[in-house]
């Protein structure tokens, strides 16, 4: 620090001089120094507050538009959700009543299935007790119908069937042509007497052309005796001819039994096969085979079948007999 005397000037020296001017020279280039320090730093001060103006400006620009689309997002945010509460209470309300439709169908099912299974229950009584009475008027008809068909075999038990005879050749008085027939065929050294005959006709069919199938002739016996001496004459017999023509006599039996004795038709060519004469349909259809150890009885035709065949075979020690050839 340089004091100044009031008493005398100061006069510097030479060497003094020389360190003042140094020294102002120093000043002076620090002052330049601090003025350049001084520029830069209004420089960088003013860019400063250039730059925080700038990022304010941007900061608020951006805040702004982030409160706009804030507010629009916000705004269709609420939009949205308008919307959706809208649809949600449409769709609850149509939910609602569905179910409720469903409710209803449900509780209406429910009811109609009760009812159902009642009528069902109802109607599961009704058929079990129809099938009952139907089992017992089944049975009742089927002994109805064994009945039937008894009382039609007892009205036709004096019947007899002549088939073969040619037609026309009966005339005006089937009757009597068929006495003189029954003497010629079967002669009449084996009967005690007459032979009589109530009635006799052609079937009820219409009347054959020529080469068709002759009509056979019912005969209707006066006595039962006669018509089963007939029968066995006939059996009895190798062949059975009327003025050339070969004829057969059968009996007239039902349809149902006629049917029913048809089953025996292939055992019997086996019986006749196998030279076994000893055999007979007993009344409806039933075979009696008559063998060494005694009578057998067949109603069912495949046992009867299996029977013959284990006999032919050597199976069973009650063989049939086998005197003569079946004619």
């Not at 079967?186 to 007459?194: H, I, K, Q, W, Y």
Request: some cysteine.
């Amino acid at each position: 620090m340089i004091t100044f005397s009031l008493m005398r000037p100061y006069v510097p020296s030479q060497s003094c001089l020389n360190s003042q001017g140094m020294t102002e020279k120093k000043k002076v280039k620090r002052g330049c120094e601090i003025r350049q320090d001084g520029g830069a730093r209004t420089i960088i001060k003013s860019l400063r507050e250039e730059l925080t103006l700038s990022c304010n400006a941007a900061l608020a620009a951006f805040s702004a538009e982030i409160s706009t689309l804030r507010e629009e997002i916000k705004q269709e945010m609420e939009a949205i959700r308008s919307e959706t509460s809208s649809s949600l209470q449409g769709l609850r309300h149509e939910v609602e009543e569905e179910i409720h439709k469903l409710r209803q169908g449900h509780t209406q099912m429910t009811t109609e299935q009760a009812d159902m299974a009642q009528h069902l229950n109802d109607a599961i009584e009704r058929i079990q007790k129809l099938e009952n009475e139907n089992e017992v008027k089944s049975k009742e008809v089927k002994r109805l119908l064994d009945k039937c068909t008894d009382l039609e075999s007892r009205s036709r038990r004096q019947n007899l069937r002549f088939i073969g005879i040619p037609e026309g050749a009966e005339g005006t008085n089937p009757t009597k042509f068929m006495t003189e027939l029954i003497h010629e065929v079967l002669g009449t050294e084996d009967f005690t007497s007459p032979v009589v005959i109530d009635r006799a006709h052609r079937s009820l069919a219409s009347k054959p052309k020529i080469g068709d199938r002759l009509r056979l002739v019912l005969v209707r016996m006066h006595y039962y005796t006669q018509k089963e001496k007939i029968l066995g004459l006939a059996k009895g017999k190798e062949r059975l001819l009327y003025r050339g023509s070969p004829i057969h006599i059968y009996p007239d039996l039902p349809v149902k039994v006629s049917k029913l004795r048809a089953t025996f038709n292939p055992v019997k060519v086996k019986l006749r096969e196998a030279k076994i004469i000893w055999f007979k349909i007993l009344y409806p259809a039933k075979l009696q085979i008559d063998t060494k150890n005694g009578v057998k009885t067949f109603k069912c035709p495949l046992k009867a079948m299996t029977f013959i065949e284990n006999c032919r075979q050597g199976s069973y020690n009650d063989d049939p007999y086998r005197d003569r050839a079946f004619s």
